[in-house]
């Protein structure tokens, strides 16, 4: 038997949420991914299948103000971001979706600012 790394765990963590978590057409997912060095999020419609707006510390505009700032700040950011671009689309509800990650540190940051920016979830 191989001993699970913490990708594995993080991975069949996100899974077993995914069992009961979708988004829907009035409700989309607000889904965020971190790797050591950016953070995404997405708001996806799981009935379509398609993502509806996106955000991350790789786009052009958002690599230029985060680029001298810390990841929490970068994380804050992306949900600022994210919030106002579903805003623009008529996107106000949202269902928080973690990714398998805590619910601290970049995560929280990130949903915190995407409230504040108006987004409900």
Avoid: W
């Avoid at 191989?2 to 989309?28: C, F, N, W, Y």
């Avoid at 810390?70 to 979706?97: C, N, P, R, S, T």
């Amino acid at each position: 038997m191989s001993k699970m790394t913490p990708r594995d765990a993080r991975i069949r963590r996100h899974h077993r949420v995914r069992l009961t978590l979708s988004g829907t057409t009035e409700q989309p997912r607000l889904c965020v991914f971190r790797s050591l060095n950016h953070i995404y999020a997405q708001v996806i419609d799981d009935s379509e299948g398609r993502t509806l707006v996106s955000a991350s510390t790789v786009v052009e505009d958002l690599k230029e103000k985060a680029a001298d700032k810390k990841k929490i700040e970068q994380a804050q950011l992306v949900g600022a971001k994210v919030a106002k671009e579903a805003l623009d689309k008529g996107i106000k509800q949202v269902v928080f979706d973690r990714g398998g990650y805590r619910y601290h540190g970049r995560v929280k940051a990130l949903a915190e600012a995407a409230r504040k920016a108006g987004l409900k979830f």
